[in-house]
Nanobody, 122 residues
């Protein structure tokens, strides 16, 4: 069973910073677009940021200029650097790997991490 392992969540004060990490198996990571999503209590899961194998990124409007997604292809790890955090950033953050179809026998699929809680509060 493929596992994405997230770390770095916790409590942070408004205006503070936090970095999330997500490690994936190399066989998945090197093929995949990696992304961070979040789900606040009572709300639907939403995209925060995505990064392609080549490093092209895109962000939700709500985090542009504050969050940065990056990947280390030597460590099979994707990061989310979060700055100027706001209470509305409070959510469970999930890592996602979007593996493309390689062959008929190896179809594309998505893999999710277990989630890590980020709470922004004074």
């Amino acid at each position: 069973q493929v596992q994405l392992v997230e770390s770095g969540g916790g409590l942070v004060q408004p205006g503070g910073s936090k970095t999330l990490s997500c490690a994936a198996p190399g066989s998945i990571f090197r093929l995949s677009v990696m992304g961070w999503f979040r789900q606040a209590l009572g709300k639907e899961r939403e995209l925060v940021a995505r990064i392609t194998k080549g490093g092209t990124t895109n962000y939700a409007d709500s985090v542009k200029g504050r969050f940065t997604i990056s990947r280390d292809n030597t460590k099979n790890t994707v990061y989310l650097q979060m700055n100027s955090l706001k209470p509305e950033d409070t959510a469970v953050y999930y890592c996602k790997a979007e593996k493309p179809t390689i062959t008929v026998e190896d179809p594309g699929r998505d893999y999710w991490g277990q989630g890590t809680q980020v709470t922004v509060s004074s």
